[in-house]
């Protein structure tokens, strides 16, 4: 509402417009004792945008029109979360808790709170905004982070001189530390809440309730705790439950903010991720975690332990690389409201003090008596008799039996140890990084240096002349066909990564805690591996992974465990219609792009004697690309290139033999592919309409311009789509434009989610089509200044050097897997804006997007929600109910709907009920275009 116009701005969308062409944009976000809001813009409009931002705090208008717009947002956000576990989660815990504790409250937003009962209680919504902005929006309450390149002195006096204004009532921040605990005795240590979930998962979180941990910033006595407890090497309790089966990955601790953390108290969580097997063995779960903390307790905290952890720490943040403007002052502006003047910067961050009493009282507290059980599963669902009243979670709260408290407190009491020497003390991590040396670096290198050319592969260096941090990264790309040659390969292929990943977590984990990471992935080109961290440690992490790659061991219960989650990773995603929106998009434009459906059916055929057998052929032929960048010598590159190929060597794959993926061409018109929410109980739809722009025979020249106007054509149309569809006609919480790049070839995408009753599909197409038939007229009267100052900003965003070691590593890395080789594609994009024009911008539109164009290609993909109120026992994935999907397909664009799509005389409309319908008898744009010499100077 504050950003819905002042008394010197009153346009409800001022500000976002300003911001928009000027190369901006704008947030803000509500937490449990926070809100936060920040823009970011061009320096050269700093000081225009930043007295319209600081009119919302001195003289917000808070129009009533405005309120009742804004509600039916709030109220989409909160149909989006209805469907999110999480989400549901955090309600039920406001749900049971005690009801003078301000966690009792629903944190949330919607209709029937909003307007509903505020009507029937004779309250106007806007008078109470107004009086809740004048007593709790006080400049005594506020604090402001300003980031810019003007001097600190000039800083200053623009934040004196624009928020001077702010009326101030001089109180101080609210505090809850006066208000009851969470939960009643009642529910600790007695309780197991049972959840019904959306999503088929299986979970279990163990909840206990800590004194506010805000005051121990500079101990963090809980993150010592949370390090041990979570740590996931041999003798863990991840170790322990992986072996058994019975879970895939184990959490634990504090995130220092939301539900969480406040000045009230502080939860401490474990949540394990179960396997069916672990469901079933609950108690033994509970029993190991209970074991460890009690050896914890038995140990007493170890000094050389948190020393690690604080070295680590330093490490980490004076290595750090230089973050996005946007998250600095949203961060430092949050701290500090938390912490003192001197830790703005280190008070989430750093460990500055050993505190081995309060490590003892946590862990004191952490016992079977102080915990609540939390098991979410689908397996639930028959004893869930409750309903959360808001979510409509189905839950049930049984008591734990006296034979099972008691076995704990002796647990507790280190009366038993049911796994004896199974579960260990962390061992000392010999990954910490201690050479901290720069190599001689060279200033002003071009790109890469092609160090390696052979038939077996290419290995690329570029050494860091800007950051000047001892670390680097290492890219290694296996170019193979046999990964997705068809759909079975393909989930092989994933289903491979994932027991890799599996085997590798427990030699790779001191990594991740010291700094580096390491994800191996799959891709339509084959398997993919990035390495990060610091650079004296590398090559050891590397060789660890290699190692494994070498020799993949495919046992059964890593097999049974990774195609368990494998399945309901692919369920769940059929239940997100944002997401299968983008899949089902994606399927229709690329040749090779295998559905999740497509999915799950090869996956049920997948044996582990197979995956065994593939593991030991998908990598006997390939050819290997490999980027090192960073604090690496060319020297140093080399032998990483030498025992990439070493250690897992392959014969050489023929270029012919490399897999390409083609783009479809779209046929004119509107093709239209319909499918229901695969969750019954969802009312979510979501909409995704596609407009190719690239043309069969464009040269990389020309590849390169419409690229370029889709990203123009973006900035000038992102917000007024956002007045248009989401503030003026309340469409939906989520309204997007974006010019969009698959295998080279360039698109534009305009997404909407909404809710089924509210809007159909076909309504929100139309409507969709209505504003892009506006836009035209927008275009051909558009202000060439305000073009020039649009353009000008987007330029000089491609300028701007990017900010991380590992941004630039992935920009040089695209260039070498697309083969374009265009390592000065930023200047060479922005030099391409410095000459264009807006006729060009308008030429494109009126092709391709405006819908009365003869020759405009459009696919529009309906996720159609579910208007009615189905519980979610009704969901149903493809392979539970296939033939009811497919009838709802056709149903869905049935008689008449062809005549209320063609709303604007559009040239044809298509309708399909199947992809590989769609893609019958298409041609193709090759993924392969002229990589070209001379494109810089075609350009």
């Given at each position: 509402?504050?950003?819905?116009?002042?008394?010197e701005?009153?346009?409800?969308n001022?500000?976002d417009?300003f911001?928009?062409k000027?190369?901006?944009?704008?947030n803000?976000?509500?937490d449990?004792?926070q809100t936060c809001?920040?823009?970011e813009?061009?320096r050269?409009?700093?000081r225009?945008?930043?007295?319209?931002?600081?009119?919302?705090?001195?003289?917000p208008?808070m129009?009533?029109e405005s309120?009742q717009r804004?509600?039916?947002?709030v109220d989409?956000?909160f149909?989006?979360s209805?469907?999110l576990?999480?989400?549901?989660?955090i309600?039920?815990?406001?749900?049971?808790?005690a009801?003078d504790n301000?966690l009792?409250?629903?944190?949330?937003?919607n209709?029937?709170?909003l307007?509903?009962r505020?009507?029937?209680?004779?309250?106007?919504?806007?008078?109470?905004?107004?009086?809740?902005w004048?007593?709790?929006?006080?400049?005594?309450r506020?604090?402001?982070?300003?980031?810019?390149k003007?001097?600190?002195?000039?800083?200053e006096?623009?934040?004196r001189e624009f928020f001077?204004g702010?009326p101030?009532?001089?109180?101080?921040?609210?505090?809850?530390?006066?208000s009851?605990?969470?939960?009643?005795?009642?529910l600790?240590?007695?309780?197991?809440?049972l959840?019904?979930?959306?999503?088929?998962?299986?979970?279990?979180?163990?909840?206990?309730v800590?004194?506010p941990?805000?005051?121990?910033?500079r101990?963090k006595?809980?993150a010592y705790?949370?390090?041990?407890?979570?740590?996931?090497?041999?003798?863990?309790?991840?170790?322990?439950l992986?072996?058994?089966?019975w879970?895939?990955a184990?959490?634990?601790?504090?995130?220092?903010?939301g539900?969480?953390s406040c000045s009230?108290y502080?939860?401490?969580?474990?949540?394990?991720?179960l396997t069916?097997?672990g469901?079933?063995?609950?108690?033994?779960i509970?029993?190991?975690v209970?074991?460890?903390?009690?050896?914890?307790?038995?140990l007493?905290?170890?000094?050389?332990?948190?020393?690690?952890c604080?070295?680590?720490?330093?490490?980490?943040f004076r290595?750090q690389?230089e973050?996005?403007?946007?998250d600095?002052?949203?961060?430092?502006?949050?701290?500090?409201q938390l912490y003192?003047?001197a830790?703005?910067?280190?008070?989430?961050?750093?460990l500055?003090?050993y505190?081995?009493?309060?490590?003892?009282?946590i862990?004191?507290?952490?016992?079977?008596?102080?915990?609540?059980?939390?098991v979410?599963?689908?397996?639930?669902?028959?004893?869930?008799?409750?309903?959360?009243?808001w979510?409509?979670?189905?839950?049930?709260i049984q008591?734990?039996?006296e034979?099972?408290?008691?076995?704990r407190?002796?647990?507790d009491n280190?009366q038993?140890h049911?796994?004896?020497?199974?579960l260990?003390?962390?061992?000392k991590?010999?990954?910490?990084a201690?050479?901290?040396?720069?190599?001689e670096?060279?200033?002003?290198t071009?790109g890469?240096?092609?160090?390696?050319?052979?038939?077996?592969?290419n290995?690329?260096?570029?050494?860091?002349?800007?950051?000047?941090l001892p670390?680097g990264d290492?890219?290694?790309q296996?170019?193979?066909?046999?990964?997705s040659e068809?759909?079975l390969?393909?989930?092989?292929?994933?289903?491979?990564?994932?027991?890799?990943e599996?085997?590798?977590?427990?030699?790779t984990?001191?990594a991740?805690?010291?700094?580096?990471?390491?994800?191996?992935?799959?891709?339509?080109?084959?398997?993919s591996?990035?390495?990060?961290?610091?650079?004296?440690?590398?090559p050891v992490l590397?060789e660890?992974?290699l190692?494994h790659?070498r020799?993949?061991?495919?046992?059964?219960?890593?097999?049974d465990?990774c195609?368990?989650?494998?399945?309901l990773?692919?369920?769940?995603?059929l239940?997100?219609p944002?997401?299968?929106?983008?899949?089902?998009?994606l399927?229709?434009?690329?040749?090779?792009c295998?559905?999740?459906?497509?999915?799950?059916?090869?996956l049920?055929?997948?044996?582990?004697?197979?995956?065994?057998?593939?593991s030991?052929?998908?990598?006997?032929?390939?050819f290997?690309?490999?980027?090192?960048?960073g604090?690496?010598s060319?020297?140093?590159?080399?032998?990483?290139g030498?025992?990439i190929?070493?250690?897992?060597?392959?014969?050489?794959?023929?270029?012919?033999?490399?897999?390409?993926n083609?783009?479809?061409i779209?046929?004119?018109g509107?093709?239209?592919?319909?499918?229901?929410?695969?969750?019954?109980?969802?009312?979510n739809?979501?909409?995704e309409c596609y407009?190719?722009?690239?043309?069969?025979?464009?040269?990389?020249?020309?590849?390169?311009r419409?690229?370029v106007?889709?990203?123009?054509?973006?900035?000038?149309?992102?917000?007024p789509?956002?007045?248009?569809?989401?503030t003026?006609?309340?469409l939906?919480?989520?309204?997007?434009?974006?010019?969009?790049?698959?295998?080279?070839?360039s698109?534009?995408?305009?997404?909407?989610?909404?809710?089924?009753?509210?809007?159909?599909?076909?309504?929100?197409?139309q409507?969709?089509?209505?504003?892009?038939?506006n836009f035209?007229?927008v275009?051909?009267?558009?202000?060439?200044d305000?073009f020039?100052?649009a353009?000008?900003?987007?330029a000089?965003d491609k300028?701007?050097?990017t900010?991380?070691?590992?941004?630039e590593?992935?920009r040089?890395?695209?260039?070498i897997?697309?083969?374009?080789?265009?390592?000065?594609?930023p200047?060479i994009e922005?030099?391409?804006?410095?000459?264009m024009s807006?006729?060009?911008?308008?030429?494109?539109?009126m092709?391709c997007?405006?819908?009365?164009?003869?020759?405009r290609?459009k696919?529009?993909?309906?996720?159609?929600?579910?208007?009615?109120?189905?519980t979610?026992s009704?969901?149903?994935?493809?392979?539970?109910?296939?033939?009811?999907?497919?009838?709802?397909?056709?149903?869905?664009?049935?008689?008449g709907?062809e005549?209320?799509?063609?709303?604007f005389d559009?040239?044809?409309v298509?309708?399909?009920?199947?992809?590989?319908?769609?893609?019958?008898?298409?041609?193709?744009?090759p993924?392969?275009?002229?990589?070209?010499?001379?494109?810089?100077?075609?350009?």
């Open positions: 509402m504050l950003f819905m116009g002042s008394k701005y009153p346009l409800d001022d500000f417009s911001l928009s000027h190369g901006g944009s704008s803000a976000h509500t449990f004792e809001f920040v823009f813009v061009k050269s409009h700093l225009p945008s930043l007295h319209r931002f600081a009119q919302f705090f001195c003289t208008l129009k009533a309120a804004e509600m039916q947002a989409s956000e149909q989006s209805t469907q576990d999480g989400e549901r989660f309600q039920l815990l406001s749900h049971l808790a009801k301000p009792s409250n629903f944190p949330w937003g209709l029937e709170t307007d509903v505020p009507k029937t209680e004779g309250v106007a919504v806007d008078q109470f905004l107004r009086s809740f004048e007593n709790e929006y006080s400049a005594s506020m604090t402001l982070c300003l980031l810019g003007e001097s600190l002195d000039e800083l006096t623009m934040a001077a702010v101030s009532n001089g109180a101080g921040p609210k505090s809850f530390t006066e009851p605990p969470p939960f009643g005795v009642g600790l240590g007695t309780s197991r809440v959840i019904t979930p959306v999503q088929k998962r299986h979970e279990l979180v163990l909840l206990w800590l004194p941990q805000l005051p121990k910033y101990q006595p809980s705790v949370a390090d041990t407890l979570g740590h996931e090497g041999p003798g863990s309790v991840l170790s322990l992986k072996a058994r089966g879970a895939t184990l959490g634990a601790g504090n995130s220092g903010s539900y969480e009230n502080s939860f401490f969580q474990v949540e394990v991720t069916e097997a469901v079933g063995h609950v108690d033994e509970i029993e190991a209970l074991s460890y903390l009690g050896m914890l307790r038995r007493g905290p170890q000094d050389w332990f948190f020393k690690e604080q070295t680590i720490a330093e490490n980490n290595f690389s973050p996005e403007p946007y600095f002052v949203e961060s430092v502006s949050c701290n500090m003192d003047p830790d703005l910067l280190t008070g989430d961050t750093l500055m003090e505190d081995s009493d309060g490590i003892t009282a862990l004191g507290t952490m016992v079977s008596s102080a915990m609540i059980e939390f979410t599963s689908p397996s639930c669902e028959s004893v869930c008799t409750e309903t959360e009243p979510f409509e979670t189905r839950y049930v008591t734990v039996d034979p099972t408290r008691q076995r407190l002796r647990i280190g038993e049911p796994f004896g020497d199974a260990r003390f962390p061992p991590n010999d990954l910490i201690s050479n901290f040396d720069l190599i670096h060279l200033s002003g071009q890469p240096e092609l160090l390696q050319q052979t038939p077996f592969g290995t690329w260096h570029q050494p860091d002349s800007r950051f000047l670390r290492i890219l290694v296996w170019i193979t066909p046999v990964a068809s759909a390969h393909s989930v092989m292929a994933s289903l491979l990564v994932m027991v890799l599996l085997n590798m977590n427990e030699v984990y001191n991740a805690v010291a700094g580096m990471s390491q994800n191996l992935s799959c891709n339509s080109r084959g398997l591996l990035h390495v990060t961290g610091y650079s004296e440690k590398l590397l660890m992974i190692e790659l020799t993949p061991e495919v046992t059964a219960g890593a097999f465990m195609k368990e989650k494998y399945v990773k692919l369920q769940n995603f239940r997100k944002d997401r299968l929106a983008r899949s089902i998009r399927q229709l434009l690329e040749r090779c295998w559905s999740p459906e497509d999915k799950l059916t090869a049920k055929t997948v044996t582990l004697e197979s995956l065994q057998a593939f030991s052929h998908i990598l006997s032929r390939a290997v690309d490999c980027l090192v960048h604090n690496v060319a020297e140093g590159s080399e032998q990483i030498a025992m190929r070493s250690k897992l060597p392959a014969l050489p794959l023929p270029k012919g033999l490399h897999p390409s083609a783009v479809c779209v046929p004119v509107t093709s239209v592919l319909a499918r229901p929410n695969y969750n019954t109980s969802d009312p739809t979501a909409v407009f190719q722009i690239s043309q069969e025979g464009d040269s990389a020249a020309e590849s390169l419409v690229k106007i889709a990203e123009v054509l973006e900035t000038l149309m992102d917000e789509l956002f007045q248009c569809l989401r003026e006609q309340q939906g919480y989520d309204v997007s434009c974006s010019s969009r790049l698959t295998h080279g070839k698109g534009f995408m305009v997404f909407v989610q909404t809710q089924a009753h509210k809007f159909s599909a076909q309504d929100v197409n409507r969709i089509d209505a504003f892009l038939h035209a007229e275009l051909q009267n558009y202000d060439k305000v020039r100052g353009v000008d900003a987007l000089a300028r701007q050097p900010l991380s070691m590992g941004s590593s992935y040089l890395w695209y260039e897997g697309d083969r374009a080789f265009l390592f000065q594609r200047t922005a030099d391409l804006l410095d000459r807006l006729d060009e911008v308008r030429k494109v539109y092709a997007l405006a819908p009365t164009s003869p020759t290609r696919i529009a993909v309906f996720v159609q929600g579910h208007a009615d109120n189905a979610q009704d969901t149903k994935t493809p392979e539970e109910d296939h033939g009811h999907k497919q009838e709802q397909d056709t149903d869905m664009m049935g008689e709907q005549r209320n799509l063609d709303r559009a040239p044809l298509h309708c399909f009920n199947s992809v590989p319908t769609f893609r019958s008898d298409l041609a193709y744009l993924a392969e275009h002229d990589r070209l010499a001379k494109v810089m100077t075609e350009c």
